[in-house]
């Protein structure tokens, strides 16, 4: 697009692009590591969101860590509510 606003190259670009989106990291918007599109959905490779921290293969916060498999690991032992006896 013409009139997109972009600088520099490599994995020091960025652009907004009208029609597409924001990117940064990579000259074609799919293969950059963080893009936003114009509908809003956001691609990031790593970061933290809400105090849980994302990274290509995990989403760790707190006791709980959720791995790209799907598979869920809990770091320390905690008891959920519904699980508890009563008394």
Do not use: C
């Not at 105090?51 to 709980?64: H, P």
């Amino acid at each position: 697009a013409s009139d997109k606003f972009s600088a520099g190259t490599d994995a020091d670009y960025i652009a907004l692009i009208p029609g597409t989106g924001i990117q940064m990291g990579d000259s074609t918007f799919g293969d950059a590591p963080f893009s936003v599109t114009n509908a809003g959905v956001l691609k990031a490779e790593s970061g933290t969101i809400a105090g849980w921290t994302l990274d290509s293969t995990t989403l760790t916060g707190g006791n709980m860590i959720i791995n790209k498999d799907g598979s869920v690991k809990f770091v320390e032992h905690f008891q959920l509510p519904y699980l508890r006896k009563k008394v």
